[in-house]
C-alpha cells in the first residue's frame, strides 16, 4: 500500500537531512515523498538536492512562492498518490517502523480514515516536554479531546487519502490553529477513527522560525475562535457531544485568551456557556462570570454555585 510522505519546507536547512533520514528509513513500507518548499532564502533546496543525490532516492521537489505550511501541504497533495497521507513537518522526524506499523493497524481495522498516533516533543535542548500516548477507548472522546487540543499531532498522524477526495484541505487563511481546524472539518464528517499507542513521531519545537508562527494575541483569538464553531457545530448538529468536559474545555480557553482579548472572551462567554454553569448570584456581572472562571476554573465553579445557590435560597 503506497504512503505519501508531504513536507512542507521554509528555512529548514539544518534540519532537513535528518527529516529525510527518518523518511527513507521507514522499513518495508512503498512510500512517494513530496517536497514543497515555500520560498526559503536560506540552502534549504540545495541540502535537499545534495542529500537524495548522495543518498541515490527519490522524491518530487516541488518550489514555490513564500505562501505558508498549509499551501504548501495542499500543494503537496494535489500530487499525491498514496493510499494514505504522512505530513511530515522538516525540523520533526519519524521513528523507522512508524508507518509501517500504522498501516498494518490500518489494515487490520478495516482502513480507517484517521489513525491517531503517540508522539513526544522535545525542547530546543533536546528535553521531553510532552509524551502522548492514547489507547483504543480514547475513540470514545473525540470531541472533547479535539476540544482540549489533544487528537494527536499532524505529523504523528495518518490520513486516509478519501479525507481530501472529499474536498477537506488546510485552511491557508488560519496564522494559527491550521492543525486542528483541519482535524474539526474532518471530525464532521464522521469518521472512523482509531489509536497508536507506540510513540512513532518525534516533534521538536523551535522556539522561532516556525512557519506558522503569529503574535500572542492574533494566535490566542485563532485558538478561542475554533473552540466557539466547534461549540455551535455540536449545539447545531450533535449536542449530545456537548458534555461537561467538553466546556470544561471552553472554560480553559477563555481564561486563556482574556488576558490577550477579553471582549472576544466575554461576548463567547455570554452566548456559549450554559446558564447552569453560572453561579446564581443575581447582581453580578459578565465580567465577574469571567473573572470566577479564570480564578477558579470550571469544577471549582460548580462547587461555588451551588453553594450560592444555596446562599441565595436562604436569604430570600
Keep these: 500500500m503506497l504512503v505519501s510522505v508531504i513536507v512542507p519546507c521554509y528555512n529548514v536547512a539544518l534540519y532537513i537531512e535528518r527529516c529525510l533520514s527518518s523518511i527513507y528509513a521507514q522499513s518495508a513500507q512503498e512510500i512517494e515523498v513530496i517536497l ?47 493510499e494514505y497521507i504522512q505530513f511530515l513537518d522538516a525540523d520533526d522526524w519519524i521513528k523507522p517502523g512508524k508507518i509501517k506499523a500504522q498501516i498494518e493497524l490500518a ?31 480514547d475513540s470514545n472522546h473525540l470531541w472533547e479531546m479535539l476540544m482540549s487540543t489533544n487528537l494527536g499531532n499532524t505529523c504523528s498522524n495518518l490520513f486516509h487519502s478519501r479525507l ?13 490553529s491550521q492543525e486542528y481546524n483541519l482535524m474539526f472539518d474532518i471530525l464532521k464528517r464522521i469518521p472512523v477513527v482509531i489509536f497508536d499507542s507506540k ?31 466547534i461549540v455551535e457545530y455540536l449545539k447545531m448538529h450533535q449536542p449530545y457531544d456537548l458534555t461537561d468536559k467538553l466546556y470544561q474545555s471552553l472554560f480553559d480557553a477563555l481564561r486563556i485568551v482574556y488576558p490577550y482579548n477579553s471582549e472576544m472572551a466575554n461576548t463567547i462567554y455570554q452566548e456559549l456557556i450554559p446558564r447552569k454553569f453560572i453561579p446564581a448570584v443575581s447582581n453580578t456581572s459578565s465580567k465577574g ?15 461555588l454555585k451551588l453553594i450560592f445557590s444555596a446562599l441565595f435560597r436562604k436569604n430570600n
Design 36 to 82: 514543497v518548499d515555500d520560498g526559503s532564502t536560506d540552502h534549504t533546496v540545495e541540502r535537499i538536492r545534495h542529500y537524495l543525490k548522495t543518498n541515490d532516492k527519490k522524491a518530487l521537489l516541488i518550489e514555490q512562492e513564500n505562501k505558508g505550511a498549509c499551501a504548501a501541504r495542499n500543494r503537496g497533495l494535489l500530487e499525491a498518490k498514496g
Design 107 to 137: 489494515k487490520r481495522q478495516n482502513l480507517p480514515d484517521l489513525i491517531v498516533g503517540s508522539y513526544i516533543s522535545l525542547n530546543a535542548k533536546g528535553e521531553k516536554v510532552v509524551q502522548k500516548n492514547y489507547t483504543q477507548n
Design 164 to 176: 481530501f477526495d472529499e474536498g477537506i484541505r488546510w485552511n491557508e487563511n488560519l496564522s494559527s
Design 199 to 229: 510513540v512513532g513521531t518525534i516533534i521538536e519545537i523551535r522556539d522561532s522560525g516556525s512557519i506558522s508562527s503569529t503574535n500572542l494575541e492574533k494566535k490566542w483569538s485563532n485558538y478561542i475562535d475554533l473552540r466557539k464553531r
Design 289 to 303: 462570570y469571567i473573572l470566577i472562571f479564570r480564578i477558579f476554573g470550571f469544577k471549582i465553579t460548580q462547587s
